[in-house]
């Protein structure tokens, strides 16, 4: 989880950074005293565990056979495969994060805005969160259509990532 005043981490400033860059993308101006929308984010890392099965494939056992058909008869009656289907258990662990911006309306008091980010984070990730956090906060805006002032779309520079994101109305 993000932190809270008086204490500001790394993670939380660049969060603060790469939505303030966003927002100013879209021609909003930060302010602290009285401003029209409040800004809200939340990014959790959670480690997570998820058990299933699958199939194993097929396995042919041979069968043989003597005496023919059903016993009758003598000799060699041959032999005939059959197969198997088995299940593995398959156990998968990995760490998900999770970003959440809502933009809220002061005046109203209600959330006006909210996308979400959701992603397995990979050990490569971890090791530079700031990148990170700009993908994320990138692709949860990718999604915000409007621009301050107007309720047209805007057309805002497509990051390097091809992340998705989901909204909220």
Do not use: C
């Not at 966003?22 to 890392?45: A, S």
């Not at 805006?141 to 779309?153: D, K, V």
């Amino acid at each position: 989880r993000t932190d809270s005043e008086p204490y500001s981490s790394l993670d939380t400033q660049h969060l603060k950074d790469a939505i303030g860059r966003r927002m100013q993308q879209r021609d909003y101006v930060y302010r602290e005293e009285m401003p029209d929308l409040l800004v809200n984010f939340d990014f959790v890392l959670e480690d997570r565990t998820e058990v299933g099965t699958v199939p194993a494939g097929p396995v042919f056992m041979p069968y043989f056979f003597y005496g023919g058909w059903g016993g009758r008869g003598g000799g060699f009656g041959g032999f005939y495969y059959n197969t198997w289907m088995g299940y593995d258990t398959v156990v998968d662990q990995y760490t998900r994060g999770t970003l959440t911006v809502d933009l809220i309306d002061r005046r109203a008091q209600k959330s006006v805005w909210q996308g979400v980010w959701i992603r397995r984070i990979e050990e490569e990730a971890r090791k530079n969160p700031a990148a990170t956090i700009e993908t994320a906060v990138g692709a949860v805006f990718a999604r915000y259509p409007y621009r301050a002032g107007s309720n047209l779309p805007v057309a805002v520079p497509s990051s390097s990532s091809q992340e998705k994101a989901v909204e909220r109305k």
